[in-house]
């Protein structure tokens, strides 16, 4: 069965520093996604960026990007710049291909960013 | 743009009681989810649907039921409600290869 692991339970950044959220995954289906969501404190579930396991690059969006790393299994996300709005907690995500419907769900990091 | 529609928002039911969560998407979507959120947790698959006429069950099905009978719409039934269902709801749609999981606003259910 897959697995998403994220094992930084809260962090903190300055405004305007990168900062990097760890996710790691295990599976044994060559064929997957990845994803990164971010969970304000109203509670709505926002997409930040998608990696497809069989991508040759990096995925990135604005200041979001993944750091992907397929022999590791790990696939982290880096925010740049951080801002004071980026504080929420944020989910790493897992989807096979073969299976669609068998989406997991890590226990996510809550980033507070600090002025 | 409505996307994933999720209703009602909030819930207090009593204990044994039964409801259904509706849940519609606009977007012609196979995939439709339902996850629940328990305090300070991440999302645990409850049950899903590949299409109209198919469901199958997630990490987290049992007290409730769900069925597809057309593309747009996925219900979540919970029958006989216990106070261990009280969590945040949210139904979801994709589709079969897409990059993108969309997501309801949430329900809110509280069972006292």
């Known amino acids: 069965a897959q697995k998403i692991t994220q094992t930084q339970p809260g962090m903190f950044v300055q405004e305007k520093e990168a900062v990097t959220l760890d996710c790691t995954y295990d599976?044994?289906?060559?064929?997957?996604?990845l994803f990164w969501y971010k969970q304000p404190s109203s509670g709505e579930m926002i997409f930040l960026i998608y990696?497809?396991?069989?991508?040759?690059q990096n995925a990135t969006e604005g200041r979001y990007s993944l750091n992907f790393q397929k022999a590791r299994k790990s696939a982290n996300l880096v925010i740049s710049a951080s801002q004071l709005g980026d504080s929420a907690m944020y989910f790493c995500?897992?989807?096979?291909?073969?299976?669609?419907?068998?989406?997991?769900f890590g226990d996510g990091t809550t980033l507070t960013v600090k002025p | 743009n409505a996307g994933v529609t999720q209703t009602p928002k909030f819930r207090i039911l009593k204990i044994g009681q039964s409801m259904t969560l509706q849940c519609t998407q606009d977007?012609?979507?196979?995939?439709m989810y339902w996850y629940r959120q328990d305090p300070g947790m991440g999302l645990k698959l409850i049950y899903y649907?590949?299409?109209?006429?198919?469901?199958d069950k997630g990490e987290v099905p049992n007290g409730y039921n769900v069925s597809r009978s057309t593309t747009e719409d996925f219900p979540l039934r919970l029958e006989l409600a216990a106070p261990s269902q009280t969590s945040v709801y949210f139904c979801?749609?994709?589709?079969?290869?897409?990059?993108?999981?969309?997501f309801g606003e949430g329900s809110w259910l509280t069972v006292v």
């Open positions: 990696q497809g396991s069989y991508d040759q």
């Open positions: 979801a749609s994709s589709l079969l290869g897409g990059n993108t999981i969309y």
């Open positions: 995500a897992m989807r096979l291909n073969t299976n669609a419907g068998k989406s997991t």
């Open positions: 599976t044994s289906d060559p064929s997957y996604g």
């Open positions: 649907s590949v299409g109209a006429g198919i469901t």
């Open positions: 977007m012609n979507h196979n995939y």
